[in-house]
């Protein structure tokens, strides 16, 4: 039972104790003395002597005002007090606790603010996930911190305070766990893809990582702190093996006009038609809404991203950290994560 309902479920007990106690008892009639008044005989009106001086005749009394003030006074008989009834007694008891009673039950349950850092490619996958961790706990609020997670890792060691990170890839995390700033290893909740994108009229006619070295190519991609960018450094490095061009990253990265510090603003840019080509997640492109559109690439340099996630050991709350670090693990959390283009937990 909800603590809220507690007080109502004490006063139902209450009255249905009351009333199963309760006894009726009928009140007699009341026995009131019948008014009998007592009437005065009349006095004797003397005889007249012939001859006497007779004295003038008194005025006639009223019958009623001889009856009135001769009346007895009247004493009404009430029936006598009968004791309070089981059920009298508890509500009288019970009725100043009632406003307090009914007060505790309307207030709502305080809600516990759960604060998780995570990388910027969950955006829209958490805040889902959120809402529905939320719903089975009300109780329980998820406030997220979003950012690249390279600018997570930093708070964190700056001392901010949180409940649980979730970065795109392990470096940042591995490098808090040796800090001793975690509660337990990390634990991956999701994957994701990196791929090569386009705005969706591919200005450039970019058609594989090859073109990216050409002349005149604008690229935008995350700075190497930030997972996105040290995933593509990785995709050139397999790209440049594969075809035995050991130069080829160094000409890529010759072509960028801009580094961002996380993976939404790539995203942007490349929506907004700021450059050619860019490389983000497999999220980002289905997040766009048609706005971008994805370049194939050979199976042998494609990256897949995973996404640990661990509770902080000066975490505010560890336990409600823990419980939605498990909710994500569960299949509801991973539907949503896979309608969103994540891959499922490994």
């Known amino acids: 039972m909800p603590p809220r309902l507690l007080p109502l479920a004490m006063l139902a007990w209450i009255l249905s104790t009351a009333l199963g106690r309760c006894r009726h008892r009928p009140m007699p009639p009341r026995r009131l003395s019948p008014l009998v008044p007592r009437l005065q005989p009349l006095p004797a009106t003397p005889r007249a002597v012939p001859g006497a001086i007779q004295p003038p005749p008194s005025p006639p009394r009223s019958p009623v005002s001889t009856r009135t003030a001769n009346a007895p006074r009247i004493q009404r008989k009430c029936a006598p007090k009968q004791p309070k009834s089981f059920l009298e007694k508890t509500l009288t008891r019970a009725t100043p606790l009632l406003p307090l009673l009914l007060l505790t039950a309307c207030t709502p349950a305080p809600t516990h603010d759960l604060h998780v850092f995570a990388a910027a490619s969950l955006r829209p996958a958490l ?4 809402h529905a961790f939320h719903r089975a706990n009300p109780n329980a ?7 690249g997670s390279q600018l997570l890792r930093l708070q964190i060691e700056s001392g901010a305070r949180a409940d649980l990170i979730i970065t795109a890839n392990p470096h940042h995390l591995d490098a808090l766990h040796r800090a001793n700033l975690l509660l337990a290893s990390p634990i991956v909740v999701a994957t994701n893809h990196l791929v090569l994108a386009v705005p969706a009229a591919n200005p450039a006619a970019i058609s594989g990582l090859q073109d990216l070295a050409q ?3 604008r690229l935008v991609m995350a700075a190497e702190s930030v997972p996105a960018g040290a995933y593509a450094r990785q ?3 397999l ?6 061009q050991p130069g080829f990253p160094d000409a890529v990265l010759r072509r960028v006009i801009s580094f961002e510090t996380n993976v939404r603003q790539v995203a942007a840019k490349l929506e907004l038609g700021e450059a050619d080509a860019g490389f983000v997640y497999r999220t980002d492109v289905l997040a766009s809404d048609g706005r971008l559109q994805v370049i194939q690439t050979p199976p042998q340099v ?5 996404y640990p996630a661990a509770v902080l050991r000066d975490a505010p709350d560890p336990g409600l950290a823990q419980r939605f670090l498990t909710f994500l693990r569960t299949p509801e959390a991973q539907n949503i994560l896979t309608r969103h283009g994540f891959g499922l937990a490994t």
């Open 127 to 130: 805040t889902q996930a959120a």
């Open 141 to 147: 609020r998820v406030v997220p911190n979003v950012a």
């Open 215 to 217: 002349p005149n190519r």
């Open 235 to 237: 995709m050139l490095t």
């Open 239 to 244: 790209h440049a093996a594969a075809t035995g």
């Open 302 to 306: 494609r990256v897949t991203a995973s």
